[in-house]
């Protein structure tokens, strides 16, 4: 049972540098987010897609960009690196938003110097 | 005002003790309200699922929802050490949102 998964686990990025990160989930949910975790300030909306095709911006979306080909991948890219993006961010899936239960991946790790 | 509150902790209670973590939320339309678990360099994962007011009792956990007072609890009875991890709430529901929305987290310590 692979679930979500995420790579790359660490990540160190010099200010500027672009990257990906990468999710994918196996269990054929429509529903795909990504969220960053920051202590004292919760998990935070980066991205979402409801289905392929499909995406919207959460709460803090500057800086990112998401696209959605397949139902089963939903790559997060950071354009342009700055510190504030040192965090650690989550991806989830979930069959039913607000009923459902939300999956998440082990997350990853990212550090911009 | 954020929309659910949660205490941050760290709460550092013996081994065996009783543990209660409490939020509060402000959206009535709220109708499900879960509880995740996230171990250290984890992701969070399910722990408790309720829907409306009451308690749901798994275990040693106990969850419980007073929709009157937008309180929700999770209690651990017989806490082990293999309970430290920050404990996050997520209240849910028809709202239309785009995104479970959850408590900042518990850090919960059991000490042996």
């Known amino acids: 049972n692979a679930g979500v998964t995420q790579t790359p686990k660490f990540q160190v990025l010099k200010t500027g540098q672009s990257m990906t990160l990468q999710c994918a989930q196996d269990?054929?949910?429509?529903?795909m987010s990504w969220y960053r975790q920051d202590p004292g300030m919760g998990l935070r909306l980066i991205h979402y897609?409801?289905?392929?095709?499909?995406?919207d911006q959460g709460e803090v979306p500057n800086g990112y960009n998401v696209s959605r080909s397949t139902t089963e991948d939903f790559p997060l890219r950071l354009l342009s690196a700055a510190p504030s993006q040192t965090s650690v961010y989550f991806c989830?899936?979930?069959?039913?938003?607000?009923?459902?239960?939300?999956?998440f991946g082990e997350g990853s790790w990212l550090t911009v110097v | 005002q954020k929309e659910v509150e949660q205490d941050p902790g760290p709460l550092s209670v013996p081994e065996g003790a009783i543990v209660s973590l409490n939020c509060t939320y402000s959206?009535?339309?709220?109708?499900?309200f879960m509880w995740y678990r996230q171990y250290s360099r984890k992701g969070p994962e399910l722990l408790m699922y309720?829907?409306?007011?009451g308690n749901k009792e798994d275990g040693r956990f106990t969850a419980q929802v007073d929709k009157s007072s937008k309180y929700i609890s999770l209690f651990i009875r017989d806490s082990q050490p293999s309970d430290s991890a920050t404990y996050l709430c997520?209240?849910?529901?028809?709202?239309?949102?785009?995104?479970?929305?959850f408590g900042s987290g518990t850090r919960l310590q059991v000490q042996p």
């Open positions: 959206n009535s339309a709220f109708q499900y």
């Open positions: 269990m054929n949910h429509e529903y």
């Open positions: 997520a209240p849910g529901g028809d709202t239309g949102r785009r995104a479970l929305t």
């Open positions: 897609s409801v289905g392929a095709g499909i995406t």
């Open positions: 989830a899936s979930s069959p039913n938003l607000e009923r459902g239960t939300i999956y």
């Open positions: 309720t829907y409306s007011s």
